[in-house]
Each structure stands twice: as structure tokens, then as C-alpha cells.
């Protein structure tokens, strides 16, 4: 493997030779990892960090990062690149810092993937417990269904926790190895929440491996791939295919995904000279789920427009929240017995140029040392059964699950 050099004090983006296997093998504790189709993204140290109890909307957070970049111009950097998360709730602040290194070289191929799912991981629960339970989580879409009823919501996500306590502390780079195998198309990321600290600290960090694309940005060009409607995928070849049309075919499935695309659109237009949107959406696989797929094209009017503001400008989407989005807010609050925090927010990066990707915060968890918190979701329209959403959300939750060697325990 190739040594990773730095570029002096000043620090910032440092252009390597390396290959995305050797930016994977030198991630460290509280370091920052993104890796998409697109690209593979390393950040180490804490250069600045924007410390702001400020909610995280579209005008604050552009007012944080130009500040953010401006102190990293000072300090030496030509090509500052900002790395964090969006809440799930817009009420509360973002997680977002300037690293004093950067790097970035091109996707992982396949093949170098299928290596990666060869790393073991050693992960043993001491206990487990799921928020709400089964009955709980079917009463909450009751409730949900209930609202729609009455017209005060057309569509609810209602997601659920799985809380595990471990014997030793969870170890990051082979969990993170693991994520990036398990699906090709999919978005890894392992982002420090304290990314200040020494890696001799107990780990804290966020982790996942998202199927969704928020938004991308690579010149005037806006690439968003949003995902709505799902189904679980099954192991005899024939009855997974069957699956696949039957979610292709699915009203309430396609409803639930026009309802985000039409979102997206109303999201990205102001920003936009034009959409390229597909007539209807396609079908894609994970390693757990079928998911009804819309990948929009666009071209920015404004060339000074951010990949962080078009993602703050569409966060949260119908898919990770419902419609219409205060409402669903509102009944989320209610009916959910905990805080989302960066789960259904966004993870991602974002240069100096205004270039960077965002993924959707799902398949996800918080590490905390020997705390792990894993999340799932469902969305919810007429016609939702209960039982069916509460199946999803375990499905969902066996992507972490996999990832730890976890794959035997009962989710349900």
C-alpha cells in the first residue's frame, strides 16, 4: 500500500496517487470516511468546527460553511472542503467541521468490495432492546393511519430503534469495511461526532451504509436519486424476481413514491434552468430490499449554488419524513418514543467550489463506545398494513445487523 502524505501545516486537499483501498485501510478512529460510486473521500483532524446551537436551515448553514471556509482560507488552505450531518429535525443544529486533510480518490471497484466482505467483525451484544416494541410499533401506525383518516397528513415515516450494549468497544474500520461491500450502489460513511479527540478516546461516531442519494453536485450539474416504496428481497431467485414486479406494479407503493418525487422537483426547481425526470420510476436492489428508484438530472442557474444548500433545500424529503412535512413533523414527534437525532438527516461533504454529495442518513447507526443504536423506517400511506411496515423496519435494521455478524438476531 501507498503511503498517504501530507501537504504541510496548512493542510486541505492533498492530491494522491493512492487507490481507494488505501484511503479505506488508513481510516482511524475519528476519521471521516465517505465512499460512494462515485468517489472515495478520507478527512482527517478537526481544522474548525462549527460549534452553533443554530437550527440548520438553508440560510444559516451557508452562512456557517462561507465563515468556515473563510478561517480555513486564513490558515493556509487553498481548497477547504466541509464534512458532517444534517438533523433529521432542522430545528436543531448540524454537525459540520472543516478537517485539516482531505482526500479523494475514484470508487471502489467491485471487485475490491468483494474483499471487503471478507473482513471480519467481532460485535457481541451483552443486551438488546427495541423502541417501541412490536405492539408498540403497530399502535404508532394505527395512530398514523388514523391521522390520514382525517386528512391532517397524506403520508408518516415511523422508524424504531434497536439498542444494544456490547462487551468491549465497538471497532470501527472492519464495521465500516463491511458496510461498504455489502452494496455497491450504496453510500458508506463513518463520520466522528467528536472528531477533535484522540483516537485513543472511546469511539463515537455515526455509521452507515445508505442506498439513497440526497444530492450531488459536480459543477452546474445536480444529480438527486431519491427512493420511496419498498418490498423485502428473498433468496430463491424466482420468488425475489416476483417480488420485484409486484413492487414495480404497486399503487400504494407508487403513490407513496410520487409523493417524493413531486417534493424533490418543488425542492430543486428554484435552483434549476431544467429537470431531466423520468416518466416513472425504476426498480433497484440492496442486499435486503426492492426499492422504487427516480434519478432526476439538472443544471443550476446559479454556478454559486452549494451541494449543502440544495441538500438543506429538499432535507427532509417525503421519504425520510412524510407530507405534507409539518405535519408529519408534528405526528412523528407525537407518536415516536425518541429522538431521531442525525438518523433520516443527511451525511456528506461539500468543497470550497460547491461541489459534494449528500446521502440520505439511513441503514445507520450510533457508536458510542459500547452503545450501538441502530434505526429503521417505514413509510406510511393509505392503505398501509401494520404488520407489513413493522416486517420492513426489520428488514432494514439487517443491514447494520449483517455488517456486525449480527444477522441471528431476532429484530422483530
Given at each position: 500500500?501507498?503511503?498517504?502524505?501530507?501537504?504541510?501545516?496548512?493542510?486541505?486537499?492533498?492530491?494522491?496517487?493512492?487507490t481507494?483501498?488505501?484511503?479505506?485501510?488508513s481510516?482511524?478512529?475519528n476519521?471521516?470516511?465517505?465512499?460512494?460510486?462515485?468517489?472515495?473521500l478520507?478527512?482527517?483532524?478537526?481544522?474548525?468546527?462549527?460549534?452553533?446551537?443554530?437550527?440548520?436551515?438553508?440560510?444559516?448553514?451557508?452562512?456557517?460553511?462561507?465563515?468556515?471556509?473563510?478561517?480555513?482560507?486564513?490558515?493556509?488552505?487553498?481548497?477547504?472542503?466541509?464534512?458532517?450531518?444534517?438533523?433529521f429535525?432542522?430545528?436543531?443544529?448540524?454537525?459540520?467541521?472543516?478537517p485539516?486533510?482531505?482526500?479523494?480518490t475514484?470508487a471502489?471497484?467491485?471487485?475490491?468490495?468483494?474483499?471487503?466482505?471478507?473482513?471480519?467483525?467481532?460485535?457481541?451484544?451483552?443486551?438488546?432492546?427495541?423502541?417501541?416494541?412490536?405492539?408498540?410499533?403497530?399502535?404508532?401506525?394505527?395512530?398514523?393511519?388514523?391521522?390520514?383518516?382525517?386528512?391532517?397528513?397524506?403520508?408518516?415515516?415511523?422508524?424504531?430503534?434497536?439498542?444494544?450494549?456490547?462487551?468491549?468497544?465497538?471497532?470501527?474500520?472492519?464495521?465500516?469495511?463491511r458496510?461498504?461491500?455489502?452494496?455497491?450502489?450504496?453510500?458508506?460513511?463513518s463520520?466522528?461526532?467528536?472528531p477533535?479527540?484522540p483516537?485513543?478516546?472511546?469511539?463515537?461516531a455515526?455509521?452507515?451504509?445508505?442506498?439513497?442519494?440526497?444530492?450531488?453536485?459536480?459543477?452546474?450539474?445536480?444529480?438527486?436519486?431519491?427512493?420511496?416504496?419498498?418490498?423485502?428481497?428473498?433468496?430463491?431467485?424466482?420468488?425475489?424476481?416476483?417480488?420485484a414486479?409486484?413492487?414495480?406494479?404497486?399503487?400504494?407503493?407508487?403513490?407513496?413514491?410520487?409523493?417524493?418525487?413531486?417534493?424533490?422537483?418543488?425542492?430543486?426547481?428554484?435552483?434549476?434552468?431544467?429537470?431531466?425526470?423520468?416518466?416513472?420510476?425504476?426498480?433497484?436492489?440492496?442486499?435486503?430490499?426492492?426499492?422504487?428508484?427516480?434519478?432526476?438530472v439538472?443544471e443550476?442557474?446559479?454556478?454559486?449554488?452549494?451541494?449543502?444548500?440544495?441538500?438543506?433545500?429538499?432535507?427532509?424529503?417525503?421519504?425520510?419524513?412524510?407530507?405534507?412535512?409539518?405535519?408529519?413533523?408534528?405526528?412523528?414527534?407525537?407518536?415516536?418514543?425518541?429522538?431521531?437525532?442525525?438518523?433520516?438527516?443527511?451525511?456528506?461533504w461539500?468543497?470550497?467550489?460547491?461541489?459534494?454529495?449528500?446521502?440520505v442518513?439511513?441503514?445507520?447507526?450510533?457508536?458510542?463506545?459500547?452503545?450501538?443504536?441502530?434505526?429503521?423506517?417505514?413509510?406510511?400511506?393509505?392503505?398501509?398494513?401494520?404488520?407489513?411496515?413493522?416486517?420492513?423496519?426489520?428488514?432494514?435494521?439487517?443491514?447494520?445487523?449483517?455488517?456486525?455478524g449480527?444477522?441471528?438476531?431476532?429484530?422483530?
Amino acid at each position: 500500500m501507498s503511503s498517504i502524505m501530507f501537504d504541510g501545516e496548512s493542510g486541505g486537499h492533498t492530491a494522491v496517487q493512492d487507490t481507494p483501498m488505501d484511503l479505506i485501510e488508513s481510516f482511524q478512529l475519528n476519521d471521516f470516511l465517505f465512499s460512494s460510486p462515485h468517489r472515495t473521500l478520507l478527512a482527517k483532524g478537526c481544522l474548525f468546527n462549527a460549534h452553533s446551537n443554530r437550527p440548520a436551515t438553508p440560510e444559516t448553514l451557508n452562512e456557517q460553511v462561507n465563515t468556515l471556509f473563510e478561517r480555513a482560507r486564513r490558515d493556509g488552505q487553498t481548497n477547504p472542503v466541509v464534512v458532517g450531518a444534517l438533523p433529521f429535525d432542522t430545528t436543531q443544529p448540524a454537525h459540520l467541521y472543516v478537517p485539516k486533510h482531505w482526500f479523494e480518490t475514484s470508487a471502489l471497484s467491485i471487485d475490491a468490495r468483494h474483499d471487503l466482505s471478507r473482513t471480519p467483525v467481532r460485535v457481541t451484544p451483552t443486551e438488546h432492546a427495541l423502541f417501541p416494541r412490536p405492539q408498540g410499533y403497530r399502535d404508532g401506525v394505527e395512530q398514523a393511519l388514523e391521522a390520514m383518516r382525517q386528512g391532517r397528513v397524506e403520508k408518516i415515516v415511523l422508524a424504531r430503534t434497536l439498542e444494544m450494549n456490547t462487551d468491549q468497544s465497538v471497532d470501527l474500520k472492519p464495521l465500516i469495511k463491511r458496510l461498504i461491500a455489502i452494496n455497491p450502489r450504496g453510500y458508506s460513511f463513518s463520520l466522528p461526532m467528536t472528531p477533535e479527540q484522540p483516537d485513543s478516546a472511546p469511539a463515537h461516531a455515526f455509521i452507515g451504509a445508505s442506498p439513497e442519494l440526497l444530492v450531488r453536485r459536480e459543477g452546474n450539474q445536480v444529480i438527486v436519486n431519491p427512493l420511496a416504496g419498498s418490498i423485502p428481497r428473498h433468496s430463491d431467485e424466482s420468488e425475489d424476481q416476483r417480488r420485484a414486479s409486484e413492487l414495480a406494479a404497486s399503487d400504494k407503493d407508487r403513490r407513496e413514491h410520487a409523493l417524493v418525487i413531486d417534493a424533490v422537483i418543488d425542492g430543486l426547481s428554484p435552483y434549476c434552468a431544467y429537470l431531466d425526470i423520468p416518466d416513472g420510476p425504476s426498480v433497484i436492489g440492496t442486499d435486503t430490499l426492492w426499492h422504487l428508484s427516480t434519478t432526476i438530472v439538472g443544471e443550476l442557474k446559479d454556478p454559486d449554488t452549494t451541494s449543502l444548500e440544495l441538500a438543506a433545500a429538499m432535507h427532509p424529503t417525503p421519504a425520510v419524513c412524510g407530507h405534507a412535512r409539518q405535519a408529519a413533523y408534528q405526528a412523528i414527534h407525537d407518536i415516536e418514543p425518541f429522538k431521531r437525532g442525525y438518523f433520516a438527516g443527511a451525511v456528506g461533504w461539500c468543497d470550497s467550489e460547491g461541489n459534494g454529495e449528500w446521502s440520505v442518513a439511513i441503514r445507520c447507526a450510533d457508536v458510542h463506545d459500547t452503545h450501538v443504536r441502530l434505526y429503521a423506517g417505514a413509510g406510511l400511506v393509505p392503505g398501509s398494513d401494520p404488520q407489513k411496515e413493522l416486517v420492513e423496519t426489520g428488514t432494514k435494521l439487517k443491514t447494520m445487523l449483517n455488517a456486525m455478524g449480527l444477522d441471528a438476531l431476532n429484530t422483530l
